[in-house]
């Protein structure tokens, strides 16, 4: 599925080619902590199959807690995530951050990841009072 993106100031699009079916949540605490949220929402690509149409990413190297090194890849701008990856690989695998896709109503999780650090709440969304705006 070809999809297309960008940050939130715009500096950052891309295109690309993933796998609706290869949708994932994860609770690790660097995605909460990263994201400023709950959970990451990513989706694979392979590095031949994402193309950065404008603008540059900015890389910041974060080893986490399972002593993996991920290369967190924003926009210089505004801060907005884009992908992750582990350095240094052959042929690189980006976490295309989901929330930045064009058509991520079309992208539903198919799996949870790290769900040991899970926040207790994200499991009962439906309990939680909901409003139309
Ligand atoms: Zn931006
Ligand atoms: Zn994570």
Same mark, same amino acid.
């Given at each position: 599925m070809k999809v297309d993106g960008n940050c939130l100031c715009g500096h950052v699009?891309?295109? %690309?080619?993933?796998?609706?079916s290869m *949708? %994932?949540?994860c609770h690790c605490t660097d995605c909460q902590v990263h994201?400023?949220? %709950?959970y990451g929402i990513v989706v694979g690509v392979v590095e031949q199959q994402f193309n950065l149409l404008h603008g540059t990413l900015k890389v910041y190297?974060?080893? %986490?807690d399972s002593g993996t090194i991920r290369a967190l890849a924003f926009c210089p701008e505004c801060g907005n995530r884009i992908h992750a990856t582990t350095p240094g690989d052959k042929s690189k695998f980006f976490g295309l951050r989901v929330g930045t896709i064009r058509q991520r109503d079309q992208l539903k999780p198919t799996v949870q990841a790290w769900c040991g650090s899970a926040l207790?709440? *994200?499991?009962d969304l439906g309990a939680i009072p909901k409003s139309g705006q």
């Open positions: 699009r891309y295109e %690309a080619v993933i796998d609706p *949708v %994932a949540i994201s400023g949220t %709950a190297e974060k080893t %986490a207790d709440w *994200v499991h």
